[in-house]
């Protein structure tokens, strides 16, 4: 400050020699797009995805830089309420310890804005589950009531007694007096835990009797035998058996069966389209949480950055990434609206 003094008081002393007036020294103006980071921390299957957010979002609004560290769900929320992140990433819906987490040093919930939709058979990427049974069994379809009353001894969607055997869903013949043989992965797996609450309204009382649970097999080498590879294994060799899975897995020995929300359908088979129209009963999402105290208004380059994925080129990004399913336009509609 004091050279720019001296230099001023310079100019106007070599122009008053000459004769002359100095015009006054403007004052600075710093350019109207400072930069700026969107920090993002979360599920790491979202790699690909959120780095193809951020180049097109940067194409737009070369201002902004992005930090980018996906190192698992369970480190999304402490990021964001520890203030290490703008952003968190899941590839599942929050959990206990993630909301009370939040809530206990904050004193108030996160705001949640839906990304996208789970995968249909790509592994990791929040992919929608789906019950299968062998491909003799003549089964074509269950309600959620069905599947309750077969998974949890708790029955908390109302069916009368528990489903223990093929007759009771309606079989005949060489079927009707056969044990249903369930097969699936861990209970108190991030998979585990969403069948239960997407099926079993949050039931942790299974049917054991008949009950299989698997966990993922990590081997010398660095490979890993997904639990869902092994309940479908389990199916194959046994025609009596009902696995949960994920279409990623399915081959002609084995079929998918369309499921009903409500009693007396309608039902909906696992494909893209169900999915995307979120019709289908067990159709995942992806979601962001970020920090926005109550009464204040959410910061406001990452509100931009959520409005831009909640857009129509937020959700072609989706569509061209190709690993996980967009949004419905009435559903980028309803995300855009908790931005405003």
Request: charged content about 20%; overall charge neutral; aromatic content about 8%.
């Amino acid at each position: 400050m004091k050279f720019l003094a001296q230099l001023a008081l310079t100019i106007v002393l070599a122009a008053a020699l000459r004769g002359e007036v100095a015009p006054p020294l403007a004052p600075y103006q710093p350019p109207e797009n400072r930069t700026a980071t969107i920090r993002i921390w979360g599920d790491r299957h979202m790699e690909s995805l959120t780095h193809a957010w951020a180049r097109a979002y940067q194409a737009a609004h070369p201002e902004i830089s992005f930090e980018i560290k996906l190192l698992g769900n369970g480190t999304a929320m402490p990021a964001l309420y520890l203030g290490r992140a703008d952003l968190a990433f899941f590839g599942r819906d929050t959990i206990v310890t993630d909301n009370d987490g939040f809530a206990h040093v904050l004193k108030y919930d996160p705001l949640r804005i839906e990304l996208g939709t789970g995968s249909l058979d790509a592994p990791g990427k929040a992919t929608a589950l789906a019950l299968f049974v062998h491909r003799d069994n003549p089964l074509a379809r269950l309600t959620l009531t069905q599947v309750d009353a077969i998974f949890s001894a708790l029955r908390r969607r109302g069916a009368p007694a528990a489903i223990h055997n093929w007759g009771e869903l309606g079989l005949t013949g060489e079927w009707a007096g056969q044990p249903i043989n369930l097969y699936a992965e861990d209970t108190q797996s991030m998979t585990g835990l969403f069948f239960q609450h997407a099926a079993l309204q949050d039931s942790r009382m299974m049917n054991w009797e008949h009950f299989t649970e698997f966990q993922d097999i990590r081997h010398p080498d660095g490979a890993v035998t997904d639990a869902a590879e092994q309940s479908m294994a389990a199916l194959r060799a046994d025609r009596y058996g009902l696995a949960i899975s994920n279409l990623h897995y399915l081959d002609a020995r084995v079929k998918p069966l369309a499921l009903a929300a409500k009693d007396g359908g309608p039902y909906y088979a696992p494909t893209k389209d169900n999915l995307i129209a979120r019709s289908y009963p067990l159709t995942r999402t992806i979601l962001a949480c970020a920090n926005q105290p109550p009464g204040r208004p959410l910061d406001p380059k990452v509100r931009d950055f959520l409005r831009f994925i909640a857009s129509q080129e937020g959700q072609q990004v989706v569509a061209r990434n190709g690993s996980y399913l967009p949004l419905t336009a009435d559903a980028v509609h309803h995300e855009r609206e908790k931005l405003n």
